[in-house]
């Protein structure tokens, strides 16, 4: 599986971006997706994963109740629906791919990665 995210970019606090996914390959339907994020000297951190139907999703505490995350199978993509940003939600975001079962919250448990978005959030 291939991965090429998108749809990062500058937006004041308070505004809302929608990254989205596109997976090439066969049996995206198979995995599970997750997003992550990362800022320069820090860990890469979980930030929402789904499981291979879209029909249940897991979020970090710093997100939940403000990003959603979904998928449309039919066209291999997820999606990150991000409101309400904050400046310390600035960083790359990554999407991946894990071929263990739902829910998968640790970086090694994943098997694919894109090759992120910049999502910067001024204040």
């Known amino acids: 599986v291939q991965l090429q995210a998108s749809g990062g970019g500058l937006v004041q606090a308070g505004g809302s971006l929608r990254l989205s996914c596109a997976a090439s390959?066969?049996?995206?339907?198979?995995?599970?997706m997750g997003w992550f994020r990362q800022t320069p000297g820090k860990e890469r951190e979980f930030v929402a994963t789904?499981?291979?139907?879209?029909?249940?999703?897991f979020y970090s505490d710093s997100v939940n109740g403000r990003f959603t995350v979904s998928r449309d199978n039919a066209k291999n993509t997820v999606s990150l629906q991000m409101n309400s940003l904050k400046p310390e939600d600035t960083a790359v975001y990554y999407c991946a791919a894990s071929r263990l079962q739902y829910p998968r919250l640790y970086l090694y448990e994943y098997d694919y990665w894109g090759q992120g978005t910049q999502v910067t959030v001024s204040s």
């Open positions: 390959g066969r049996s995206f339907s198979n995995y599970v």
């Open positions: 789904i499981n291979w139907r879209g029909s249940a999703t």
